[in-house]
């Protein structure tokens, strides 16, 4: 085994390792650019034919990866894709960036960590270490890949190949904290497994942070955003306590984040979005239901914040009432459908809830997001409206959802009738301002 881990350390070192990155969303597509810029030779599987046609293509189809640059290392023959997981037998080292959502039910859904550890598995060799980055509960890289892994090569982990856990941190948009240089903690299914997988990442990553085993790691990620929800769980109800209270929440957070420690500012809005934050906890807690304990922490802000988008459907009642208008009937234009400012990612955006509340209630809804020209989702088809400022003059009431920054919110309070702000978009301008009812 020393010799085998010595082999892969050396082929990390002088970049003869060729990496797979299995899963090339809004994660593989980052790592394996950064890998391969790093100097390793990359191929990314994927089902998906459009992604592995536009990979190979050099175009790119996440915001945080510009054409250009994916461009350079597909031309330099540094990067490229397949649909086909038997490519995996000329590599020595393997990340796999499956989604892990949640089932109708609320329950985890590993289908996609396990469909990939199964198309895996005929291909893994001799020397091989393999990294699961999905974020999922405590125990599913041992319980769950490792048996798998083994049982479909008859090879031994920390003997024949090594497997580890290492939480993706990414946060898209965010421009100062990238893949590169934002820390990444590794846990092995042995320490010497740890060891080989940081030996890698640290080729390429600024800063590797070993635990001690893959629980550990995945526990941490689950931690940091469990804390996420949490935290915003809580400015969500100061935000109603507030209401109740007539404070302004808004003025009330910026004067605490004045304090210079022990305080961390989280801001209030519509209603939870993304893949990670509104996820994630829910796989500690289904796991510790598994274990006869009830995450109460987790259950209630997960309430609350659940709660958040029929608040704001309350707030639009409010807007359209100080015209004497029914939501019936009403037209409502929702700004901003993302989950997040300036990003172009959809999923479990609270925007979604509203309009189907809205709907519900017989108004016309309508939307605009620069990044987001269609939504076809969970029964909603829609068209961002191409003329934005004219969608706001017709409309009753402008919600404001997601704060993208290159709104001109001076001119669309300006144009509007009304506007629901859930985000503090307005800022001074909508602070005691007829037009305006604020979160
Ligand atoms: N997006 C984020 O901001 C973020 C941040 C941190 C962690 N994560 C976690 O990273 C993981 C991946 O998330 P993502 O946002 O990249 O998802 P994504 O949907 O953007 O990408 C996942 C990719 O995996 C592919 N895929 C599905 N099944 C596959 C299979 N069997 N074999 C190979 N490829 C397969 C899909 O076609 C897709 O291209 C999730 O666990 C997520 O929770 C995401």
Not at 8 to 25: E, Q, T
Not at 29 to 51: Q, R
Not at 97 to 120: E, H, N, Q, W, Y
Request: charged residues 25%; glycine residues 6%.
């Amino acid at each position: 085994m020393e010799e085998i881990k010595a082999k892969l350390i050396k082929k990390f070192d002088d970049r003869s390792a060729r990496i797979g990155v299995v899963g090339i969303g809004y994660v593989g597509l980052p790592l394996a650019v950064v890998f391969a810029e790093a100097g390793f030779d990359v191929i990314g599987i994927d089902p998906n034919e459009e992604k592995v046609s536009a990979l190979n293509q050099g175009i790119s189809y996440i915001l945080d990866v510009e054409t250009e640059r994916l461009k350079a290392l597909v031309d330099a023959g540094k990067l490229s894709a397949s649909t086909d997981y038997a490519e995996l037998l000329k590599v020595d080292a393997v990340s796999i960036c499956v989604p892990t959502p949640l089932r109708k039910t609320g329950d985890p859904d590993l289908s996609f960590i396990a469909s990939a550890s199964k198309s895996l598995a005929p291909y893994l060799h001799e020397g091989m270490v393999i990294v699961l980055e999905s974020s999922t509960y405590p125990g599913t890289t041992r319980e769950m890949v490792l048996p798998e892994m083994e049982a479909a090569s008859n090879l031994s982990v920390c003997k024949d190949f090594f497997l580890a856990f290492s939480p993706e941190r990414v946060d898209p948009g965010r421009e100062d904290w990238t893949t590169v240089n934002t820390p990444k903690v590794i846990g092995g299914i042995t320490p010497e497994c740890g060891e080989v997988a940081a030996a890698w990442y640290a080729q390429a990553l600024e800063t590797v942070v070993p635990v001690s085993s893959c629980e550990v790691a995945e526990m941490t990620k689950l931690l940091e955003n469990t804390f996420r929800m949490i935290n915003i769980g809580l400015v969500n109800e100061l935000a109603i306590m507030c209401d109740r209270l007539n404070l302004d929440v808004w003025e009330v957070i910026e004067a605490a984040a004045t304090k210079p420690f022990g305080f961390m500012k989280f801001t209030p809005g519509p209603g939870l979005g993304g893949h990670c934050i509104p996820i994630d906890p829910l796989y500690l807690s289904w796991k510790l239901r598994s274990l006869n304990y009830n995450a109460r922490f987790i259950e209630l802000a997960s309430e609350i914040n659940t709660y958040m988008p029929r608040y704001t459907l309350g707030k639009i009642q409010d807007a359209l009432n100080k015209n004497r208008k029914p939501v019936n009937g009403s037209r409502v234009l929702i700004l901003g459908v993302a989950y997040k400012p300036d990003i172009d990612d959809l999923r479990e955006s609270p925007a979604l809830d509203v309009i189907h509340l809205l709907q519900s209630k017989g108004a016309e809804v309508t939307y605009h997001d620069p990044y987001i020209t269609v939504v076809d989702h969970d029964n909603i088809r829609m068209q961002s409206e191409a003329d934005l400022m004219g969608a706001v003059r017709e409309a009753d009431c402008v919600a404001i959802i997601t704060n993208h920054s290159i709104y001109d919110y001076p001119a669309i309070l300006n144009a509007a009738h009304m506007v629901v702000d859930t985000r503090n978009a307005l800022g001074d301008l909508g602070k005691n301002n007829p037009k305006v009812v604020r979160l």
